[in-house]
């Protein structure tokens, strides 16, 4: 009897853990925000309840040559402009800007994929409902960062005026717009 009650213990516990169910855009973006180059890509919570406490860590991984000569693969964290979110509900937009001290600084897309470079990006949080760690991760290839193109708006206004996400345009980006010039 103590066996079977540990055994379907065990069993409970397995297939009772909450699983993170976080969805990634399938790509990443490089394009201005205020004024300055942004990585970016996005996160949705497709579960029922919330994550609380989320943390998001991202990692350039690339090939550099070391002063010996000898090939490496390397680590940077990036510097994210908000890197943890109390709750997360619907969707999240991870942004890491291209500053001057940045691993990005003066990289294009030929040069991440001559580095063979990857960012690598973990998300942690507490499931709301068991108060478990739940966690997921991607990352995104040299060729699955795109360059001056930016995320289409999933936000839209229900017909009762409250804010909604639009799942199915989740992973669209556009081209940027070039400025308008201003008749004076």
Excluded at 9 to 21: D, Q, S, Y
Excluded at 126 to 136: G, I
Aim: proline fraction near 6%; aromatic fraction near 8%; glycine fraction near 4%.
């Amino acid at each position: 009897m103590t066996l079977l009650a540990a055994s379907a213990g065990l069993v409970l516990a397995r297939f009772t853990r909450p699983t993170a169910r976080i969805m990634f855009s399938k790509v990443a973006v490089v394009t201005p925000y205020n004024g300055v180059p942004t990585l970016s890509f996005r996160l949705a919570n497709q579960r029922r309840n919330q994550i609380l406490e989320v943390q998001v860590s991202v990692t350039l991984v690339r090939d550099e040559r070391t002063a010996e000569g000898e090939w490496m693969r390397r680590f940077y964290d990036l510097q994210l402009a908000r890197q943890r979110s109390p709750i997360f509900a619907m969707t999240f937009t991870v942004m890491h800007p291209i500053e001057a001290a940045s691993p990005l600084a003066n990289a294009a897309a030929s040069s991440l994929a001559t580095e063979a470079a990857e960012i690598v990006v973990t998300v942690t949080g507490l499931d709301e409902t068991m108060s478990q760690p739940v966690h997921a991760r991607t990352s995104y290839l040299a060729h699955e960062v795109l360059w001056g193109r930016r995320f289409v708006d999933v936000f839209t206004q229900t017909k009762d005026g409250r804010l909604a996400v639009d799942y199915r345009r989740f992973h669209d980006t556009e081209p940027l717009q070039p400025p308008v010039p201003s008749v004076t």
